[in-house]
């Protein structure tokens, strides 16, 4: 029978676990973090920006402190639903970095301030520079890897087949090395082509991906792999 192997920062991996459960709630399910999440120091200081953009939801407590007044444009629904949990004035580009940064543009901005984390995929901060915007970039969390504890290695030895939802390039490739020497079959869910392109671990027996980037897309794939 086929595990899933939920291998995202410990909030977020309960609240998949819920999710999965309450689709199909006989799934195997194993939690393995990848991922630490921790805010970093920063120094930010006082300017007056057209709006903070935000990659992550990990970026919005930093985006409370900075710029309380400040737009916020985000990347998608799930870091914009977080900004305007905690009372700031957000704006989704409904995708990708590619979608925010055409976001930017079109609200004719001159001057923004990316909030992010230590590892980023896409290097939107270039981009927007390259576009003549004045983009000031700040480090406000980082993504730390951690190798899967003991047990976790035990559980994995006895599985036959895991199913591994990857959220993005780092997390794959971090994933990856933790499943070195596993060798029963492999089922990749990927949140987009680049979170696919960071696997570099056993051969996929094959590759699913979300429809779009984002939590329910991913929640659909995984889903439809544990009929």
């Given at each position: ?161 895991l199913l591994v939802p990857v959220y993005s390039t780092r997390s794959a490739n971090i994933v990856s090395k933790n499943l070195e020497g596993f ?45």
């Amino acid at each position: 029978s086929t595990t899933v192997l939920i291998s995202r920062p410990k909030k977020d991996a309960e609240a998949l676990r819920q999710a999965i459960l309450s689709r199909n709630d006989s799934t195997q399910i194993m939690l393995a973090p990848a991922i630490v999440i921790a805010s970093v120091a920063y120094s930010a200081q006082i300017e007056v920006y057209d709006a903070i953009i935000l990659t992550s939801k990990h970026a919005v407590q930093a985006a409370v402190d900075i710029g309380p007044d400040t737009l916020i444009l985000c990347v998608g629904d799930t870091t914009a639903d977080a900004a305007r949990k905690s009372g700031l004035n957000a704006i989704s580009a409904g995708g990708t970095s590619k979608d925010l940064i055409a976001l930017v543009k079109k609200l004719n901005l001159s001057k923004v301030l990316y909030l992010r984390g230590l590892h980023v995929h896409a290097d939107i901060s270039f981009e927007l520079i390259s576009a003549g915007i004045e983009t000031k970039s700040v480090v406000v969390y980082e993504q730390t890897a951690c190798a899967f504890s003991s047990e976790v290695l035990h559980k994995i030895s006895k599985a036959t087949e895991l199913l591994v939802p990857v959220y993005s390039t780092r997390s794959a490739n971090i994933v990856s090395k933790n499943l070195e020497g596993f060798d029963g079959t492999i089922i990749l869910v990927a949140i987009s082509k680049a979170a696919a392109e960071g696997w570099s671990g056993p051969k996929p027996c094959k590759t699913i991906y979300a429809q779009a980037p984002n939590s329910e897309a991913m929640l659909t794939a995984i889903a439809s792999q544990l009929v």
